[in-house]
């Protein structure tokens, strides 16, 4: 399959690479301000951009009949009505994290739901300075699963099911997740540590083989992934 590379940061080369030693063919690099022409180019886009890039690409993509993989995060809930909707015309897979280990995280999660109920979570997550969103995407996702209302900018005392998610930033990490659940005199922590993108990449790879033969849906990478 062809592949466009919209976004060309450190995740946009980390994937120009794994994809390149694939054998898979890179016909187009697109970075802010270039234009979408190379979409017309491939078969798959593949998007590790900004924000405000996703839906006119998306846009492009759909005139043109391509598929696309979507690894962009920060979208707001309008934003991310919008992108859902264009799986009724293109296929799409879209995910905050192409990590293996953070769909093994959400599934050991879903398996444990029914017993820690009653139990507080926090959820705190890690990444380097350079990181425009805050919380991550993940930590979001991840905050999803439980049963409660998702605080990022707590004052105060915690309330009873709230689910906070806080952000630190700083040097050069390349993500970490880890999911406080805590009772009265016990605590369970599950925590994610990715050290290289290479491991994010090979997730993309994973979602090009899903993709190839969709002719049109909005899936995740718990889709991909078979969860």
């Known amino acids: 399959m062809k592949v ?3 976004g060309y940061g450190r995740m946009g080369r980390e994937v120009n690479s794994v994809l390149s030693e694939m054998g898979v063919e890179i016909v187009g ?3 802010k301000g270039d234009s979408f022409e190379p979409i017309k180019l491939c078969d798959v886009v593949i998007e590790f951009a900004l924000p405000e890039a996703t839906i006119p690409a998306l846009e492009y993509a759909k005139k043109y009949g391509k598929k696309y993989i979507l690894g962009t995060t920060g979208h707001n809930e309008e934003q991310m009505r919008i992108i859902k909707s264009f799986g009724d015309h293109i ?3 879209h995910s905050a994290n192409f990590s293996v280990g953070i769909a093994l995280l959400k599934k050991a999660i879903k398996s444990i739901l029914s ?4 139990w507080d979570v926090e959820i ?3 990444h380097h300075r350079w990181k425009k969103d805050s919380p991550s995407g993940t930590a979001l996702s991840i905050a999803s699963l439980f049963d409660g209302s998702i605080i990022t900018n707590r004052t105060g005392m ?3 099911k709230d689910i906070g998610v806080f952000g630190l930033r700083g040097g050069d990490v390349f993500g970490e997740h ?3 659940i805590f009772s009265d005199g016990e605590r369970l922590e599950l925590t994610h540590r990715l050290s290289s993108r290479k491991a994010l990449a090979k997730g993309v790879a994973m979602a090009l083989e899903f993709i190839k033969d969709k002719e049109k849906g909005y899936y995740t990478f718990d889709d991909v992934f078979q969860l």
């Open 115 to 118: 017993y820690i109920t009653d």
């Open 178 to 180: 880890t999911v406080f």
């Open 124 to 126: 705190c997550e890690i």
């Open 158 to 160: 915690r309330k009873e």
């Open 4 to 6: 466009a590379l919209l």
């Open 91 to 93: 296929p799409i897979v």
């Open 29 to 31: 690099k697109i970075r």
